[in-house]
């Protein structure tokens, strides 16, 4: 092991920091072009966005996990350096993620798109990292764009964020462009690591995954003293003790390490077998020379919305369960309980962080551990009072309380900051007042964007407001919110009827206002989506007992197969597999099958006509 003088030495070397920015404004790019010139990666194993590991995140071109990595930078000075790198998404599902990979650094890139100029969440991170104390390093990229305006962009940073932009790395991620003069600043402008290396171990875990040999691997920052394998070790706030089994860096592959020491950033593996022993946020120390203060971890995320996973087979319930678990142990954001339904039988309500959360992780369940599942339509989480004083918070909407027995109903509020072209701001304030928003600020950028600020119900801003936001404005609105409290609204639960049986997994909670229309869309919906059997189906809505809409699925009697004239037994095969496959993701609910798209349609009735 090297002495304390050469660890001191090697501490003044380390920089540690991250890259953020609006989303697709080229974190990734940048990153990967770090790792290039830095030479970590032969050209061979070099891939676009090469620390977007999961399949999930390269077809989608996002980043959903932050990553961290460990590279080494010879600098014109002629010493090496070491970079501690941690990517981040981008997307607002994920902020998140960011705030954690920023506790862990100390120092981050800005990245600018130089056509796009400074947007929601470019302002959304710097706060982010103005919070942690991070020196911020801006760079504004894609200047090999036709539409790009560096020296304007330049003068957006300085005007809209208030940041020094004179020495603003001018970039092209793509053609490697400004590339050799970001690695230099890196090394000026971010400061070495601060902890005292013979201090009591200080680590912070700020992520999590899992390994089947391994057990749970945790990525930390060490902030004060040294940690090796063979120590014993206390996690400060679960109380848990382990024996570390293992230490190493990412580079970008996993390397083992005699030690991690103040100012490192790598993993550490110690046979951890149970997530809640060691989350993220949790400190590390040492048994027998323990630090007296955990570091200060991070708020626990509180989940934006909640839906019903279930198993379309009910035998697979605890499969579910085990998967739910190992996902958990790589997304500390994750959140589950068990639940029933009558429609559905057993499953999980499970907390998510937004819609694209969502998705991520029903796709991952069903690529990376082979579920069929049912999701029920989202909701977020209302607060119902009731006529005994109680307050009961709903995230279901068939657990809303009888009418009767409800004073009234508070739901979450957002306080959304829109920036925007000012010839869009007209489209924006009326889609915002359709959402029930209630207008807070308008402000200038300069002489062509405009921030507006609403506050409005985050059950709105969830669903569809981005997409229609985008669509209202081609593209050019970026958004940003963050929780704003509860108001009290006048909601209603409205509940659906097939075949005169209340399906309670299919219940919602709307507007007043909304109810009618709603009732009548979602019923309009369902009768285009269910499958017709032999007999009749009413589908119904109604709000209590009273029946506000109805649409009615005609009898019929459906053979596919009869179609097909003929001896092609290949050709009747595939089909009667495709009928077989569909199946997999319909549910029966009494006599009635209830197909996927069914549940997720309360969240097409938004404003759209349902096709005739
Ligand atoms: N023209 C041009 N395109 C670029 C440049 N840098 C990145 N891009 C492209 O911009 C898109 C987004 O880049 P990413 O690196 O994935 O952006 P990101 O900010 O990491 O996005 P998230 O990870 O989803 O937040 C990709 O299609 C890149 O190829 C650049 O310098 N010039």
């Known amino acids: 092991m090297d002495t304390l003088k050469e660890m001191k030495a090697r501490q003044q070397h380390i920089r540690n920091f991250s890259i953020v920015a609006h989303i697709d404004h080229g974190k990734s790019t940048i990153a990967d072009r770090i790792l290039e010139a830095t030479h970590s990666v032969t050209e061979r194993e070099m891939q676009?966005?090469?620390?977007?590991?999961?399949?999930?995140?390269?077809?989608?071109?996002?980043?959903?996990?932050?990553?961290?990595?460990?590279?080494?930078?010879?600098?014109?000075?002629?010493?090496?350096?070491?970079?501690?790198?941690?990517?981040?998404?981008?997307?607002?599902?994920f902020s998140y993620e960011v705030s954690r990979a920023l506790a862990a650094a100390d120092g981050a890139i800005l990245v600018v798109d130089a056509a796009q100029g400074v947007e929601a969440q470019t302002l959304a991170n710097v706060y982010l990292a103005l919070e942690n104390d991070l020196e911020i390093l801006p760079l504004i990229n894609k200047?090999?764009?036709?539409?790009?305006?560096?020296?304007?962009?330049?003068?957006?940073?300085?005007?809209?964020?208030?940041?020094?932009?004179?020495?603003?790395?001018?970039?092209?991620?793509?053609?490697?462009?400004?590339?050799?003069?970001?690695?230099?600043?890196?090394?000026?402008k971010f400061p070495a690591p601060e902890g005292d290396l013979e201090a009591p171990l200080q680590a912070l875990i700020f992520d999590s995954?899992?390994?089947?040999?391994?057990?749970?691997?945790?990525?930390?920052?060490?902030?004060?003293?040294?940690?090796?394998?063979?120590?014993?070790?206390?996690?400060?706030?679960?109380?848990?003790?382990?024996?570390?089994?293992?230490?190493?860096?990412?580079?970008?592959?996993?390397?083992?390490?005699?030690?991690?020491?103040?100012?490192?950033?790598?993993?550490?593996?110690?046979?951890?077998?149970?997530?809640?022993?060691?989350?993220?946020?949790?400190?590390?120390?040492m048994v027998n020379k323990p630090a007296t203060e955990p570091l200060a971890g991070y708020k626990p995320m509180?989940?934006?919305?909640?839906?019903?996973?279930?198993?379309?087979?009910?035998?697979?319930?605890?499969?579910?369960?085990?998967?739910?678990?190992?996902?958990?142990?790589?997304?500390?954001?994750?959140?589950?309980?068990?639940?029933?339904?009558?429609?559905?039988?057993?499953?999980?309500?499970?907390?998510?962080?937004?819609?694209?959360?969502?998705?991520?992780?029903?796709?991952?369940?069903?690529?990376?551990?082979?579920?069929?599942?049912?999701?029920?339509?989202?909701?977020v989480t209302y607060h119902a009072f009731t006529t005994d004083g109680q307050m009961v918070e709903v995230e279901n909407p068939s657990e809303l309380p009888d009418v009767g027995a409800i004073k009234s109903i508070e739901e979450p509020y957002v306080h959304a900051q829109i920036m925007v072209p000012k010839e869009y701001v007209g489209a924006v304030m009326e889609l915002a007042q359709r959402k029930r928003g209630e207008f807070d600020t308008m402000d200038y950028l300069d002489d062509h964007r405009v921030y507006v600020k609403y506050y409005m119900p985050l059950s709105e801003i969830i669903f569809d407001f981005f997409d229609k936001l985008k669509s209202s404005t081609r593209g050019y609105a970026s958004l940003d919110y963050e929780l704003a409290g509860y108001r009290q609204s006048d909601l209603m639960k409205i509940d659906i009827l097939l075949n005169g049986e209340k399906v309670d997994a299919l219940s919602f909670i709307v507007h007043r206002d909304f109810a009618q229309e709603r009732g009548r869309l979602i019923t309009a919906k369902l009768k285009e989506i269910i499958p017709r059997r032999n007999f009749e189906i009413p589908v119904q809505a109604a709000i209590g007992s009273k029946i506000i809409s109805r649409s009615t699925i005609k009898a019929y009697r459906k053979d596919v197969t009869s179609k097909i004239h003929t001896g092609d037994p290949d050709r009747r095969a595939k089909l009667l597999d495709k009928q077989k496959r569909g199946k997999a993701r319909m549910k029966s609910v009494g006599t009635v099958d209830v197909p996927q798209e069914a549940f997720m349609a309360v969240l097409k009735t938004g404003d759209d006509e349902p096709k005739k």
């Open 48 to 93: 676009n966005q090469l620390l977007d590991t999961m399949d999930l995140e390269r077809e989608r071109g996002i980043t959903i996990k932050m990553n961290a990595v460990e590279v080494h930078y010879k600098a014109e000075d002629g010493e090496t350096y070491i970079f501690h790198l941690v990517d981040t998404p981008g997307h607002v599902d």
């Open 302 to 379: 509180t989940p934006m919305v909640y839906s019903g996973l279930y198993p379309t087979d009910n035998a697979k319930y605890n499969d579910l369960r085990d998967a739910l678990e190992k996902l958990q142990l790589n997304d500390a954001s994750l959140e589950f309980t068990p639940e029933t339904s009558q429609a559905l039988g057993f499953g999980f309500r499970t907390g998510f962080l937004g819609l694209l959360h969502m998705d991520v992780i029903q796709e991952r369940l069903e690529r990376e551990f082979d579920m069929d599942l049912i999701t029920t339509a989202p909701s």
């Open 209 to 285: 995954s899992y390994d089947a040999y391994k057990g749970v691997i945790l990525t930390i920052r060490v902030k004060n003293g040294i940690v090796k394998p063979g120590d014993k070790v206390r996690f400060m706030h679960s109380g848990a003790e382990y024996e570390v089994t293992e230490v190493g860096v990412h580079s970008p592959y996993s390397v083992k390490r005699d030690y991690l020491m103040a100012g490192d950033v790598g993993y550490l593996a110690a046979s951890i077998k149970n997530i809640r022993d060691a989350r993220p946020g949790d400190t590390i120390t």
């Open 143 to 188: 200047i090999d764009l036709p539409a790009a305006d560096p020296e304007k962009v330049r003068q957006e940073i300085e005007d809209v964020i208030g940041l020094d932009a004179s020495s603003a790395v001018l970039a092209s991620a793509k053609m490697g462009i400004g590339i050799p003069e970001l690695l230099e600043q890196i090394v000026q």
